[in-house]
Structures are given as structure tokens and as C-alpha cells.
């Protein structure tokens, strides 16, 4: 669901196939550095599942170099801002796309059933 949204903004992004346990969604820079963009996590507690997923769009300035995603040390995080800059879209407009595209897959999944 993140890939596809971010497919939607302009961002190619893919899944980390070079890191085990690394979830979520990643881009290459052109430096060829790959970075985190997306997360997706769940949490289960006395048997009842919470997942969810997020995005970087535009965060407030801070140093990304000191957040570990996921308890990955070493990774390097981005955001949609430093990936199209000024023609990022607004928090809002990705949240529709991201709501978009959840719809799209509920119901890619129901008519296969």
C-alpha cells in the first residue's frame, strides 16, 4: 500500500530485499544510497492484532540520523520533501492517495475471492 501511494506521487519505491527484517518501503537515491521512506508494523497484544503503516512526507526539521527504524542500525531515513522537493504533494493530498489505494486493494481482494 506505502509503494503503490508513493508509485502515485512520483516516488518509485520498493521492498528491501538486501535487509532481513526490514519492512516496509525504501528508495534509492541516485548516489545509489537506499533509504527508508515508508513503515509498516503491527502489535500483538492478548490476542488482538493493530497494524499500520506510515509515511515520511514532509516531517519537521530534525536529525533523521538519530531515529533507528525499526532497530535497524546503520539504515538512513528520507522523506517525500527531499525526494521531490518543492513539488511534494500536501499531507493531505497523500492521505487521500494513501486512502485511495487502500480501497483499491480491499477490492482487488474481494473480487478474487
Same mark, same amino acid.
Request: with cysteine; aromatic share 8%.
Given at each position: 500500500?506505502?509503494?503503490?501511494?508513493? *508509485?502515485?506521487?512520483?516516488? $518509485?519505491?520498493?521492498?528491501?530485499?538486501?535487509?532481513?527484517?526490514?519492512?516496509?518501503?525504501?528508495?534509492?537515491? $541516485?548516489?545509489?544510497?537506499?533509504?527508508?521512506?515508508?513503515?509498516?508494523?503491527? !502489535?500483538? !497484544? !492478548? =490476542?488482538?492484532?493493530?497494524? =499500520?503503516? *506510515?509515511?515520511?512526507?514532509?516531517?519537521?526539521?530534525?536529525?533523521?540520523?538519530?531515529?533507528?527504524?525499526?532497530?535497524?542500525?546503520?539504515?538512513?531515513?528520507?522523506?517525500?520533501?527531499?525526494? /521531490?522537493?518543492?513539488?511534494?504533494? !500536501?499531507?493531505?493530498?497523500? /492521505?487521500?492517495?494513501?486512502?485511495?489505494?487502500?480501497?483499491?486493494?480491499?477490492?482487488?481482494?474481494?473480487? *478474487? $475471492?
Amino acid at each position: 500500500m506505502c509503494i503503490q501511494t508513493l *508509485a502515485e506521487c512520483g516516488i $518509485r519505491a520498493f521492498r528491501n530485499p538486501y535487509t532481513k527484517g526490514a519492512q516496509g518501503a525504501w528508495i534509492q537515491n $541516485r548516489d545509489g544510497a537506499i533509504r527508508k521512506i515508508g513503515f509498516l508494523g503491527y !502489535s500483538d !497484544s !492478548s =490476542g488482538i492484532i493493530i497494524h =499500520g503503516c *506510515a509515511l515520511n512526507v514532509a516531517p519537521p526539521e530534525l536529525p533523521l540520523a538519530l531515529i533507528y527504524p525499526c532497530n535497524l542500525y546503520g539504515v538512513e531515513m528520507t522523506h517525500m520533501r527531499a525526494v /521531490l522537493g518543492e513539488t511534494t504533494p !500536501s499531507l493531505g493530498s497523500v /492521505l487521500q492517495t494513501l486512502g485511495e489505494t487502500f480501497i483499491q486493494i480491499l477490492e482487488k481482494e474481494k473480487a *478474487a $475471492r
